[in-house]
């Protein structure tokens, strides 16, 4: 439910107007759909709290007629990206990016090949990998993502996503992205929504990928963020380096500072799914008017994963969803999405067939 | 001259053309407009090589039948703000915010009252304050930016910003945005280029008033920034506080990094006036395809001001122009505007009359 705003059912009219703003593209929302979905901007959301809350939302804020109207450049979204928009587990992709370039790291510095944290990655021994501490983990990201210019890291990450598969369903990471999810960025944008990525992960990382997975431009990412040097290379032309100085850790309390930092303006819309994004939706929640604060809750083990250790599900350390999370989700009125319930699709390659649920 | 681009004159239509893009807003250039202005979207500056190359530029960068498109995502635009968009002189407009917020700062701390260098600033000594070391501005900068809410900060200089008056005109500071440049704003985003501000100056401040005076929004400044700290008000509410922490003195070589931290594309075009944009004109030209490097020398101490100490202008702490940026510029091929000789009207105030040198 939005705050100070019951989502009392959406006008036929409101939804098909929508939808005639929406960009002619050839995505699978628009491919798929007959003459009775044209009408539907969040297809693969089954009715319900869920779905009529984003609807609502976006009717009332784009109601010049109301006051909870949102003036077109206050119109803000921000999304958390690992568990949220795409798949996190059983690690995130950036995390597997990392670790899969360290024998080219070892290659270019033999000297790291007997030195841990680096033995062990090479070892490929899962349970002595998954035993690093934080610092040994910082050690493997400071050597794979920095020390390169801008541009040599662009082109590894590049060729690394367009190749790299996950392990359970062999396909790119990149067709791992939320069918649901997105279907909202679309409906925001078509009402004039900014749609931002706000992610723990690396900026640079997601900003090689964002702009064809999720339509989102780099300068809309705000991320974890090193900083770079400039300087001129042997052709005596400028060069941007990737060094290991942490300038955003934009997590829990660094999302809203990120946020701050990259953008200037409080979000009117926010999605997140585990304890890194309490802060986020808090500071969205706080301001004035209309506001969407949304967590998604992993709880669909056969279609993807089920986590917590929120309501009784597993607990995790990759996009961990406390009770307590959850209960403050629901005294404040933020919106518990469940992928098992609110979800009849899931991935985009899943087709159309799986609406069980609706 | 915009490189691997001679701006051999531009046809009669494609400039119609653009001008019927013009978003129709009751703006200078199109309110004092006649028939014989509208063709031209930059009525203020005088025939010669520094309008054809903007305007060359443009044309060659929006032609898709040439090889030096630039697909409209890519079209990035910095501006810096100080001496470029706006008056710098005889100080920066952020420097004296600061040193006349100092009362209210010493009234709410008074043990500052006898320290220096607060003492120096209450006396009003203007040649003692302008012999202050950088160490004891940074002190002035820290007491008067930081240790309020992101909110409270914004409130205050939003109020200084709409009563304070330059001493010159006697006019407020916002008044005195150069016609020209505010044209050439207008003439590229209505070509599709996101126009952004990337100033030495402090961005929390700029962005009050930047969409209000230029018509950009406060994500697409990239200024000085400083970090904040999340937390919570007495009220409970969620509140972020500005902290004396430098995140980014995005001046100098701290421009390129900071559009990479910010934007995280290389810009097509960039303007500055002083030798703090040097790194940002060197990063913006070194991309492929058509670019425009521009850099305004202000050379007209009647209308405005002549400071240089190139090309024999006075020398000058306050947005320098040095011999060595003059001559780094010819040879490089960037195009340095004459505020004398290029721009027949400087102020909006001016109304239309001064096109003596057209």
Redesign the interface.
Same mark, same amino acid.
């Given at each position: 439910m939005t705050r100070k705003l019951r989502s009392s059912g959406i006008s036929r009219r409101a939804v098909l107007s929508t939808v005639a703003a929406l960009p002619i593209l050839s995505t699978p929302v628009l491919r798929t759909s007959g003459l009775a979905q044209t009408s539907d901007p969040l297809p693969s959301w089954n009715n319900g709290v869920a779905k009529e809350t984003i609807i609502g939302f976006v009717q009332a804020s784009v109601d010049r007629s109301s006051r909870t109207f949102v003036p077109p #450049?206050a119109r803000?979204a921000t999304f958390d990206q690992d568990g949220t928009l795409w798949v996190e587990h059983p690690m995130y992709t950036q995390v597997m990016y990392c670790l899969e370039r360290v024998p080219m790291v070892v290659k270019e510095k033999p000297q790291l090949r007997e030195r841990q944290p680096f033995k062990t990655i090479l070892s490929g021994d899962r349970e002595a990998i998954a035993k690093l501490s934080l610092h040994e983990l910082e050690e493997v990201l400071f050597a794979t993502l920095t020390g390169m210019t801008?541009e040599q890291f662009n082109a590894e990450a590049k060729a690394w996503i367009q190749s790299a598969k996950h392990p359970r369903w062999d396909k790119p990471y990149t067709d791992l992205t939320y069918q649901p999810m997105q279907e909202v960025l679309r409906y925001l944008r078509a009402n004039g929504y900014?749609t931002y990525i706000v992610t723990g992960g690396g900026?640079?990382f997601v900003?090689v990928y964002s702009?064809q997975v999720y339509g989102i431009?780099? #300068?809309q990412?705000v991320g974890t963020?090193g900083?770079?040097?400039?300087g001129y290379g042997k052709d005596g032309?400028?060069t941007?380096t990737k060094e290991p100085k942490l300038?955003?850790n934009d997590d829990n309390?660094?999302k809203?500072?990120g946020i701050?930092?990259?953008?200037?303006?409080r979000p009117y819309a926010s999605f997140g799914n585990s304890t890194g994004d309490r802060?986020m939706l808090?500071?969205t929640w706080?301001g004035d008017g209309p506001r969407l604060a949304m967590l998604v809750l992993h709880d669909d083990a056969k279609r993807e994963y089920a986590y917590g250790p929120a309501q009784g599900l597993a607990d995790s350390k990759v996009g961990t969803f406390t009770q307590a999370l959850y209960d403050e989700a629901k005294e404040r009125g933020w919106t518990v999405i469940s992928m098992k319930d609110d979800w009849n699709r899931i991935f985009a390659f899943e087709g159309t067939g799986s609406r069980a649920l609706q």
């Amino acid at each position: 439910m939005t705050r100070k705003l019951r989502s009392s059912g959406i006008s036929r009219r409101a939804v098909l107007s929508t939808v005639a703003a929406l960009p002619i593209l050839s995505t699978p929302v628009l491919r798929t759909s007959g003459l009775a979905q044209t009408s539907d901007p969040l297809p693969s959301w089954n009715n319900g709290v869920a779905k009529e809350t984003i609807i609502g939302f976006v009717q009332a804020s784009v109601d010049r007629s109301s006051r909870t109207f949102v003036p077109p #450049e206050a119109r803000i979204a921000t999304f958390d990206q690992d568990g949220t928009l795409w798949v996190e587990h059983p690690m995130y992709t950036q995390v597997m990016y990392c670790l899969e370039r360290v024998p080219m790291v070892v290659k270019e510095k033999p000297q790291l090949r007997e030195r841990q944290p680096f033995k062990t990655i090479l070892s490929g021994d899962r349970e002595a990998i998954a035993k690093l501490s934080l610092h040994e983990l910082e050690e493997v990201l400071f050597a794979t993502l920095t020390g390169m210019t801008v541009e040599q890291f662009n082109a590894e990450a590049k060729a690394w996503i367009q190749s790299a598969k996950h392990p359970r369903w062999d396909k790119p990471y990149t067709d791992l992205t939320y069918q649901p999810m997105q279907e909202v960025l679309r409906y925001l944008r078509a009402n004039g929504y900014e749609t931002y990525i706000v992610t723990g992960g690396g900026q640079d990382f997601v900003r090689v990928y964002s702009e064809q997975v999720y339509g989102i431009p780099p #300068e809309q990412i705000v991320g974890t963020a090193g900083g770079t040097t400039f300087g001129y290379g042997k052709d005596g032309n400028p060069t941007l380096t990737k060094e290991p100085k942490l300038l955003l850790n934009d997590d829990n309390a660094g999302k809203p500072e990120g946020i701050h930092l990259m953008i200037g303006r409080r979000p009117y819309a926010s999605f997140g799914n585990s304890t890194g994004d309490r802060q986020m939706l808090e500071y969205t929640w706080a301001g004035d008017g209309p506001r969407l604060a949304m967590l998604v809750l992993h709880d669909d083990a056969k279609r993807e994963y089920a986590y917590g250790p929120a309501q009784g599900l597993a607990d995790s350390k990759v996009g961990t969803f406390t009770q307590a999370l959850y209960d403050e989700a629901k005294e404040r009125g933020w919106t518990v999405i469940s992928m098992k319930d609110d979800w009849n699709r899931i991935f985009a390659f899943e087709g159309t067939g799986s609406r069980a649920l609706q």
